[in-house]
């Protein structure tokens, strides 16, 4: 198997290339996705292979265009709206909640929405508190929804492919900081990663670490940290929200007797909170500390630097948060 | 409010107390210390002191009655306060019995409660709970390291492992000087013979012992045409565990063949399914496990364990596998095997057995077995007598299946056969316990239908 190195935003293209050749019913719609290349130049080229008819450019107008592609689903196309910053996923609420995830449940399974929503999430480059939510667990808070959040350039080719050819709405959150920055092996070959499956990115002992989408590389970067100081942490990917794989979390913890969640959205009601009860409760008598959260503070995201790095997980903050679950354990 | 006198635990392998004598009769005023009852654990007779001051306003467990630890004995209520009865009490009786506020003397583990009348929270991980349970040691005795004072997961590890090494002093009775002869000589006290009082070690016994050595190996010392090779750990373990099971646990042995016709069609015909549908390769030893697993629920006998003084019922069906690593023997363990699929134990085998050739094995995979299991079939091994596996009181020793020749109906016919020999330590069960237990094995292995019953 051949492989190469490609940028997150690449291995999100070429899932989109590829799959726009295979289905002629799937197409892409939104804001400068079409003649710019997108933004962040996950469709770029597309345009021009495709033409404007399969990919899309639209005004900025997220329930409306939203809405068009929810009525397309309908109707048995397998529209891929783009959300350029999931910020304003919140003008498309209803299209997503209320429409998206009801409609097969509601006319007895007779319709089916095939829909994969893109969009971002993610803070870190001094947007503002307008443009640097993660809004994933609303998402995965809805029955109806799965909610992918891949953390690697093969992760996010292989859950988008999965997502493109998935007869069920799909919210697919990819953190904008990593489009450019994240770099890895993609193969050359076909590949799919199924939803509900984790992927154990670094085997350890001493502790679990739970991460998901970008915070994946600070908590990897955290583990390798620790091990200098002779603590072998474990660091979990769960890949998808919904659904969720807690088999493997749940395990982990058996073996390690601690977990630290590390999540980019908010605590208080949040991701850390969903994970940190499956774990409570499926590992109760292996746990020798409680599970320690690390989510974003609860406060809109500031737009200085120094302010917005504090309110993010970082590396030090998740060791300080390994320090605190493994206090007391002999070393 | 009445004070509740309990059975305290005066060590930490006692499970129950008799009461001997009480030294105050009921109404009777005692004072804190007084000497208050007598109870005979299973090792002594001890004194109970009163745990305040107070009226002893009723005795509930008479002289010769036996009682769990923890079980309320008896009531002490405060001076003029009305005695126990079944109608909750005013709660400003509360405010006298603050007189019974405890010390931390031995008295005090008579006094199960505190004031409120709720058992005292001892604060501990749910890890540290699991494990203490499963050791049967009291968190309560713990001293924690966790964040303000929580017992944690390695506390208890600690301290059981700190408890099984005292408990193996006291049984070595030895006068200091002669303790320091001993490291002074690098005298193993373990082997030396005691002459004084009750087996008592004394200095003289210790420089005997030492004289005897210095002799003896002197008298054996081979002439010298080899070079000595120092222990792997692993190899000094199973050294050290293997003399003192095979010299303190009295063996016998059961011997069974067993007609392996069903069970060689029925791993046949499931070998490649389970392959296919759940990525297991099956093995015999797969089989063994579970249905040695099915045939300890019947006899839980077989799960009770020689602790000097009593028997310790073991209830989780944890089975271990002897193996052969490049690291030497190694017995990991599967957990609650009864609970298990065959294509569980299967997968649970196959990923000690990775982890174990790697020398990866974690401490949890190596604890807590209750029964063993030791294959040397694939070595090509007809049948063999295994040395008990400490403290378990009984092992497994499985020969390979091989084509021999069966009476059936009269005929001699060929047939697969496969040896078993159970070892039995003969403090715990008797050979018609332990042939029972064997023959339902058989039953098992011979109509592995059976099992589905």
């Known amino acids: ?331 | 409010m009445a004070v509740e006198i309990v059975m305290p635990r005066m060590g930490l392998t006692m499970e129950e107390g008799t009461v001997v004598a009480w030294l105050k009769q009921e109404n009777q005023t005692v004072a804190k210390g007084e000497p208050l009852l007598e109870i005979e654990t299973d090792k002594s007779t001890v004194e109970i002191e009163s745990p305040g001051e107070g009226v002893l306003s009723q005795i509930l467990v008479k002289p010769g009655e036996t009682v769990p630890v923890g079980a309320v004995i008896g009531y002490l209520t405060a001076p003029g306060e009305k005695p126990q009865s079944s109608t909750p009490e005013p709660t400003q009786a509360a405010a006298p019995a603050s007189n019974y506020a405890t010390d931390r003397s031995v008295s005090s583990a008579a006094l199960k409660s505190d004031l409120s009348g709720a058992p005292a929270k001892v604060k501990a991980s749910p890890a540290a709970r699991r494990l203490a349970r499963q050791y049967r040691v009291n968190l309560a005795e713990i001293v924690g390291t966790g964040p303000g004072g929580r017992v944690v997961a390695w506390n208890v590890r600690e301290f059981a492992s700190q408890a099984i090494d005292a408990q193996q002093a006291q049984l070595v009775r030895v006068s200091p000087v002669a303790q320091k002869v001993a490291a002074d000589l690098s005298v193993d006290l373990s082997q030396v013979k005691g002459t004084g009082p009750g087996g008592w070690i004394t200095r003289t016994d210790v420089e005997r012992s030492a004289r005897e050595a210095a002799v003896g190996a002197t008298a054996m010392q081979p002439p010298l045409i080899g070079e000595k090779i120092a222990l792997t750990r692993q190899q000094k373990i199973m050294a050290e565990r293997m003399t003192s099971s095979f010299q303190g646990a009295p063996h016998f042995y059961l011997h069974v063949e067993v007609d392996a016709r069903r069970l060689a069609a029925l791993r046949d015909s499931l070998l490649k399914r389970a392959k296919e549908r759940f990525g297991v390769h099956l093995t015999y030893s797969d089989f063994l496990v579970k249905y040695c697993a099915l045939a300890l629920r019947q006899h839980p006998k077989v799960l009770q364990q020689w602790a000097g003084d009593g028997l310790f019922q073991m209830r989780n069906i944890n089975i271990g596998l002897a193996m052969d690593t490049p690291q030497g023997l190694v017995v990991p363990v599967i957990h609650d095997a009864d609970q298990l699929s065959l294509a569980e134990i299967s997968r649970r085998r196959a990923e000690l057995s990775e982890r174990a050739q790697a020398g990866k094995l974690l401490p949890q995979d190596l604890e807590l077995g209750v029964f063993t299991i030791t294959n040397l079939g694939m070595f090509g091994i007809d049948y063999f007598d295994a040395i008990l596996n400490p403290p378990q009181a009984a092992i497994l020793a499985v020969g390979r299946i091989k084509e021999r020749a069966l009476v059936e109906a009269g005929q001699v016919i060929a047939a697969p056969m496969m040896t078993l020999s159970l070892s039995v330590d003969h403090r715990v069960l008797d050979g018609a316990t332990a042939a029972k237990f064997l023959g339902d094995l058989v039953e098992y292995l011979e109509n592995p239908d059976f099992a589905q019953v």
């Open chain 1, 1 to 331: 198997m051949s492989t190469r190195e490609l940028t997150f935003a690449q291995a999100i293209r070429e899932a989109l290339d590829e799959e726009l050749a295979r289905d002629p019913n799937l197409f892409i719609l939104g804001e400068d996705v079409g003649a710019w290349g997108g933004v962040f130049r996950c469709t770029e080229g597309l345009y021009e292979k495709y033409g404007p008819d399969r990919v899309i450019d639209t005004p900025l107008s997220e329930e409306g265009f939203v809405g068009l592609a929810v009525g397309a689903a309908m109707t048995g196309m397998h529209p891929v709206p783009e959300i350029m910053f999931g910020d304003f996923i919140t003008l498309a609420m209803d299209q997503i909640v209320n429409q998206a995830a009801k409609m097969r449940y509601m006319t007895g399974g007779q319709v089916k929405v095939p829909i994969t929503f893109r969009a971002t999430m993610g803070a870190g480059r001094s947007s503002g508190a307008q443009h640097s939510q993660s809004w994933h667990a609303w998402f995965a808070h809805v029955p109806g929804l799965k909610v992918v959040v891949p953390s690697t350039p093969y992760d996010a080719k292989g859950l988008l492919k999965t997502a493109l050819r998935e007869p069920n709405p799909v919210v697919f959150f990819e953190d904008k900081v990593m489009y450019a920055k994240i770099k890895g092996p993609v193969p050359e070959e076909e590949y799919t990663i199924p939803f509900g499956k984790a992927d154990i990115k670094r085997e350890g002992s001493d502790i679990t670490l739970v991460a998901l989408s970008r915070m994946v590389h600070p908590t990897l970067a955290a583990a390798e940290m620790l091990a200098k100081e002779g603590i072998s942490a474990e660091v979990i990917d769960p890949r998808t929200l919904t659904p969720l794989d807690e088999e493997t979390l749940i395990q982990s913890v058996c073996k390690t007797g601690g977990a630290v969640i590390v999540d980019e959205g908010y605590n208080r009601f949040g991701v850390t909170a969903e994970l940190a009860a499956v774990i409570a409760y499926g590992a109760f008598d292996y746990l020798d500390a409680p599970v320690e959260r690390l989510g974003a503070m609860d406060v809109p995201i500031p737009f200085s630097p120094p302010l917005e790095f504090t309110t993010i997980p970082d590396e030090q903050k998740i060791v300080e948060r390994v320090h605190k679950v493994l206090e007391g354990r002999r070393r």
